[in-house]
């Protein structure tokens, strides 16, 4: 796959005077909207992978070559609503986690094409409003492995990941992202600081290969009431853990709804140098994994996110549609972004 010619460097500087202007908009939940669309095993595999030996319904990644069309009609319902962020389909696009599917091999070939669809329609966009760019996030999700706990209760030193795993894989993941066009890449849904800390070597080693660097996000998730991560971080623990990879942006996303989610990100919020982010659920889940909060209590939920200049971009993780995305936009838009902190002088 040869990179696609679309990076452009000012584009940076497009994304930094847009976060200084507004508080921007990230789309919503890319896999509950897939759970929607109730496609069964054949669709998932189509034509290309047909007699494929694995099966494949739930791996809404894969759908990026095989029914590319659903991918696109979601973020087109995205973009409908103003989203200027727009995250590839690529959760779960890395080679360790395809292998329960069969399809390490095709990782670096779907976030690449994710990131091309995702960068086509973006541009379609863009030329229908040229003063308002948009922003194909490239997703890097947490793969299925931590490197910092063990699977197995009764061998706590036991891992089924080393570090070196990780990085390669993060690595590849970035690549497809990269040559696909994405204008920032998004480290999302920490849960494991240490895997984190991979991507961040890995993509950081790509930049370098690149001879140049595009900005990076990362964004953390709060797992429980405890206020911690899963690998036991505080929100204050967790910034200053990833603060070195020097991220453009810094965040919470899933796990939590707005409510639940809002003390963490004020804390976080408190402590980094850098602009802050969240991401929520559509509130908690029900007894059968659904989530039921709807658009205007969701947005009624958020609002206190702007107005208390906590954040510099809001969006919507499990469960958020089209709909939430919309009424999030409507109540954060009367508010300024979070400014930067000021540096004390050396």
């Known amino acids: ?130 003063d308002r760019p948009r922003f194909v996030v490239g997703v890097i999700g947490p793969t299925n492995r931590t490197a910092s706990i063990s699977p197995d209760v009764s061998s706590p030193g036991f891992r089924n990941v080393t570090f070196e795993q990780l990085v390669e894989t993060y690595r590849e993941a970035a690549r497809g992202l990269l040559d696909g066009g994405s204008d920032l890449i998004m480290i999302e849904t920490v849960f494991d600081t240490l895997n984190a800390k991979a991507a961040v070597f890995a993509v950081h080693e790509e930049f370098e290969q690149r001879g140049e660097r595009w900005p990076l996000w990362i964004s953390g998730t709060i797992t429980d009431a405890s206020g911690r991560t899963l690998s036991g971080q505080t929100p204050e623990a967790f910034y200053f853990s990833i603060a070195h990879a020097e991220p453009l942006l810094v965040g919470f996303n899933c796990a939590l709804g707005a409510d639940q989610l809002k003390p963490h990100v004020r804390d976080l919020a408190e402590v980094a140098e850098c602009r802050v982010s969240a991401h929520p659920n559509a509130g908690l889940p029900n007894e059968l994994g659904e989530y039921d909060e709807s658009p205007q209590d969701m947005a009624r939920s958020i609002e206190p996110f702007a107005a208390g200049g906590l954040v510099n971009v809001i969006g919507g993780c499990c469960g958020t549609t089209p709909e939430h995305v919309a009424a999030l936009g409507h109540v954060v838009a009367g508010h300024r972004p979070r400014p930067l902190p000021e540096r004390p002088a050396a």
């Not at 909207?33 to 496609?39: N, P, R, S, V």
Request: proline share 4%; charged share 30%.
């Open 1 to 130: 796959m040869n990179p696609l010619p679309w990076h452009d460097p000012k584009r940076v500087d497009q994304l930094i005077k847009a976060l200084d202007e507004h508080i921007l908009l990230l789309d919503g939940a890319m896999g509950t909207m897939i759970q929607a669309e109730k496609l069964g095993e054949s669709e998932f595999r189509g034509d290309r992978l047909a007699d494929h030996g694995h099966d494949l319904k739930g791996n809404n990644d894969i759908l990026t070559l095989t029914r590319p069309q659903v991918v696109v009609d979601i973020h087109r319902r995205f973009l409908d609503v103003d989203c200027d962020l727009v995250e590839t389909n690529t959760f779960n696009a890395n080679r360790i986690s395809q292998a329960d599917y069969g399809l390490e091999e095709l990782a670096e070939e779907i976030n690449f094409e994710a990131a091309r669809l995702a960068r086509e329609l973006c541009r379609e966009y863009e030329d229908k409003t040229p």
